[in-house]
């Protein structure tokens, strides 16, 4: 992953956790508010749905205190405490429920013989459970039907004609048209539940708003076990369709729930706006991406790019081309930068060219100490058998002559020999340019293994030329004639290197912008000391040679603007690297 991609990526990734964090944020805020306003709103209309409820209440209980003071119910009541006929009376319940509204009422003797009942005219007669204290205040009492019962508020009210009396047990019904009276604000639900059964049942769930009893059903059980609580009940299909559900007890005179208010406000805004709150984050967080990338880009334009350029740069330098420079673009860090690059290329090529001359005079130096060294043995023989003729002369004509043929014998050795060194001094110093063409590695190696199988072969010690190829073969560009002198010359060193006999092995490898030839043997290896003079003139580790070959090979290397090294250890064989450019303008004569 370079760098504008890992720029992008951070970008990307704080542009998300920001508006990730701010949405979370603003989300939970809102809700923690709206729940504040829904738990205040629920307080409220609870307070007021307990104040309508209690109105209710003294309503039917006036109702039937009005009913009490009546003169038909008055004189019913005189009539019956006196012990006068009450079956004329068995209709007039319902005449009273009809007057005054009410959906219950029996009128019952001081026992509580029902005379007369609205609700259910065949219970005349029966016995009705009354208190032992009359409570004039209506409350919640489940009422007898034909059907079953029914939850009403109901009022009791007391008649007493001297030492009898009579009972008028009356009130409204808890039910669809009693809920319909509650006035619900716009946004909330209402639902009143008649707790007649130990379980919930969905036909006793009253309310205008449709609702699945199920999802309901946990909040009514926790009233009627005694824990007002609220929740949020999905209320439809419609995901935005949900409120928050409070439940209120409303007890019966045992204390009992009898009723349980469910009382719900819509969540539809809230749900909205954290909807819209997303929606609105990921429009930010996409706004911030795009944003992101033209800001990795920009910063890519500005700083990456030019940073590439450096790298680039430095990788050419490194590959040999002292003449490459860097544009400057700016007068920032970046900017000064470039201009440190290209004044350490232009320090290091003054430093390069001092060295290179440096070099070339040590290393003539040495080879002119050399090839003095080498003249020198020649020359002494010469001198001597100059001054044994001198003296010769003056001896008798047949010792001269024998001693004149011997004289010249030698004269005539010793100056071929001077021969052979001044010319390979005169090989050595000027190499011929390489003509650079397209080279096949794996050719050129098994050229060279091809030439010398047969001569390996017939050695009196065992020597196996292995080989190693890449693949695809690396091609360069190269001299194939001098590259071929100098792996011939690698392959003998290294056959001589091994005097009990081993494995060479030359291997090819293909790198991005070079190929690479190893030729290693698995001989004696090289001391430290050895290793830093290989490449010296006239230097060797042999018995034989000149010392030449490996000089002459790092020549036609570096013509090629390649490198050759060696690594090795005593005992542990010998490895020349040799690697050369894949393009032919790193070749340079």
């Known amino acids: 992953m370079n760098i504008r991609q890992r720029l992008l990526l951070m970008f990307a990734l704080v542009v998300v956790l920001a508006v990730g964090s701010v949405s979370w944020i603003v989300a939970v805020r ?31 209980s006036r109702d039937l205190v009005r009913l009490s003071v009546a003169d038909r119910v008055q004189r019913m ?53 009354l208190p032992a204290e009359t409570v004039s205040t209506a409350s919640l009492r489940a009422m007898e039907l034909p059907s079953g019962s029914a939850i009403g508020l109901i009022a009791i009210e007391k008649i007493a004609i001297g030492d009898g009396a009579i009972y008028l047990v009356g009130g409204r019904a808890i039910d669809r048209a009693f809920l319909q009276n509650f006035v619900a604000a716009e946004g909330t639900y209402l639902w ?52 928050s559900v409070q439940t209120v007890a409303l007890r019966d005179e045992q204390g009992k729930p009898a009723v349980i208010l469910l009382v719900g406000t819509s969540r539809r805004p809230l749900m909205e706006l954290q909807q819209q709150i997303r929606t609105a984050a990921f429009a930010v967080a996409g706004i911030g991406i795009l944003l992101a990338i033209a800001a990795s880009l920009w910063i890519a334009a ?64 040495e080879l002119a100490r050399r090839l003095a060294h080498e003249l020198k043995n020649p020359l002494f023989p010469l001198q001597l058998t100059v001054e044994n003729l001198a003296k010769a002369r003056t001896r ?16 005539l050795a010793e100056i071929d020999n001077l021969k052979k060194i001044i010319g390979r001094f005169s090989d050595f110093s000027k190499m011929p340019k390489p003509q650079l063409q397209p080279v096949d590695l794996n050719e050129a190696v098994n050229r060279v293994v091809a030439l010398h199988q047969a001569q390996v072969a017939q050695l009196t010690i065992p020597v196996i030329l292995r080989v190693s190829l890449a693949s695809p073969a690396p091609v360069v560009q190269a001299d194939p004639e001098l590259l071929h002198r100098v792996l011939s010359n ?52 042999k018995s034989h040679g000149t010392g030449l070959g490996l000089a002459v090979a790092q020549s036609v290397i570096t013509d090629h603007n390649g490198s050759i090294s060696v690594q090795s250890e005593p005992g542990r064989g010998t490895t020349f690297i040799i690697h050369l450019p894949k393009r032919a303008a790193e070749a340079t004569a």
């Open 302 to 365: 500005r700083f990456t790019r030019p940073i590439e350029q450096l790298a680039g740069a430095a990788r050419e330098l490194a590959a040999g081309h002292w003449d490459t420079r860097v544009e400057v673009t700016s007068q920032d860090e970046i900017g000064e930068l470039a201009r440190s690059f290209n004044s350490m290329v232009h320090d290091l090529t003054e430093q390069r060219d001092r060295l290179v001359q440096v070099e070339r005079v040590a290393a003539w130096r």
């Open 192 to 243: 009143l539940y008649t707790a007649q059964a130990a379980e919930p049942a969905a036909v006793n769930l009253l309310g205008d708003a449709p609702i699945a009893f199920e999802k309901i059903a946990p909040l009514i059980q926790a009233a009627q076990s005694g824990h007002e609580i609220s929740g949020a009940v999905q209320l439809s299909a419609d995901r935005f369709d949900s409120a």
């Open 30 to 60: 809102a809700r923690r508010a709206f729940d504040q306003v829904d738990h205040q709103r629920s307080a409220v209309l609870v307070t007021q749905y307990r104040a309508e409820f209690e109105r209710r209440q003294q309503e039917v």
């Open 396 to 411: 008798a004509p047949e010792e001269f002559d024998e001693i004149f043929k011997e004289s010249t014998g030698t004269l």
């Open 490 to 541: 690698l392959v003998l060193n290294a056959v001589d290197a091994m005097p009990s006999g081993g494995d060479v092995t030359l291997r090819t490898r293909n790198d991005a912008d070079r190929g690479t030839i190893e030729v290693a043997d698995s001989g004696i290896g090289l001391t430290p000391e050895e290793r830093d003079r290989l490449f010296t003139p006239y230097y060797t580790t």
């Open 77 to 129: 009541a005189f009539d019956v405490a006196h012990g006068g006929d009450t079956s004329q009376y068995v209709n007039e319940a319902a005449s009273f429920a009809q007057e005054y509204r009410l959906d219950f009422l029996d009128l019952a003797a001081a026992d509580g013989t029902i005379i007369s009942s609205a609700e259910w005219p065949a219970h005349f007669g029966y016995k009705l459970a």
